[in-house]
């Protein structure tokens, strides 16, 4: 019998500075359109370069997680700064996104 590996296609998105009331729908968009794309099975938001964000951002972040779910895709938060952490922390969000670890590296094949 052969073996039969099925890797996800993964989108990356790597917002910087800040995500507030003034960027959250042009970030969600983004978002959605990556998220939307043929073949794409998890969207991983890498937050390396993200220095603040409200509760616009999070909004936009909890949007594409339900539309994530209605389409049986995966949702990942990445390389999340203490300082950004801890706001997910106090609105118990991290119990709903899943937060990997370190930086997000993607290899070339």
């Known amino acids: 019998m052969q073996a ?3 890797y996800p296609k993964i989108a990356v998105i790597r917002p910087q500075g800040f ?3 003034t960027n959250a729908l042009e970030f969600e968009r983004d978002m959605t359109t990556a998220l939307a794309q043929n073949g794409i099975s998890i969207l ?3 937050l390396a370069a993200v220095e603040s964000l409200d509760s616009a951002g999070l909004m ?3 949007s594409i997680h339900k539309l994530a779910l209605s389409l ?3 949702f990942q938060l990445g390389a999340v700064a203490p300082s950004i952490r801890i706001i997910f922390e106090l609105t118990q969000l991290d119990r709903v996104f899943e937060i990997l670890d370190g930086e997000v590296e993607l290899a070339a094949t």
Do not use: M, P, S, Y
């Open 72 to 74: 049986g895709r995966g």
């Open 60 to 62: 936009a972040l909890l």
């Open 19 to 21: 995500l507030n009331a």
């Open 4 to 6: 039969v590996l099925n």
């Open 44 to 46: 991983v938001v890498d």
